[in-house]
């Protein structure tokens, strides 16, 4: 797994990267209430703006980690936003993204140095 700066998780299987937020992420935003996502098809490009999530406490933004193809949605947190909150690391993933490139997640931090960052 790597984790990016914006408190994301990307695990990396073939050319198909998950995406998630992190524990810590779901803890400061509080109870999520909506969640927003991209069409299965879209094509985006690194920092995309594509996932809102709405809590009790603030509106958040996911960005496209990467450059590829949205390959299947997670439609199980539009139905239910607060598995977010109960599960961010594992069944409450957001969306899984095709790319060509993975040269990128060079750029992205292990546990290790997300848990430094996070501190």
Known sequence: MKYTEEHEWLLV???????????HAAEQLGDVVFVDL?????????DDEIVVIESVKAASDILAPLDG??????????DNP???NDD??????FFKIRTTDLKP?????????????IG
Do not use: C, L, Q, R
Request: proline share 4%.
């Open 69 to 78: 193809e949205i390959v299947e949605i997670n439609e199980t947190i539009v």
């Open 88 to 93: 961010p690391e594992g069944e409450a993933w």
């Open 38 to 46: 991209p069409e299965v098809g879209t094509t985006v490009s690194k």
């Open 82 to 84: 607060a598995m977010v």
């Open 13 to 23: 299987e073939g050319d198909v990267v998950t995406v998630g937020i992190t524990a």
């Open 105 to 117: 997640m060079d750029d992205y931090m292990t546990e290790a140095e997300y848990k430094e960052f």
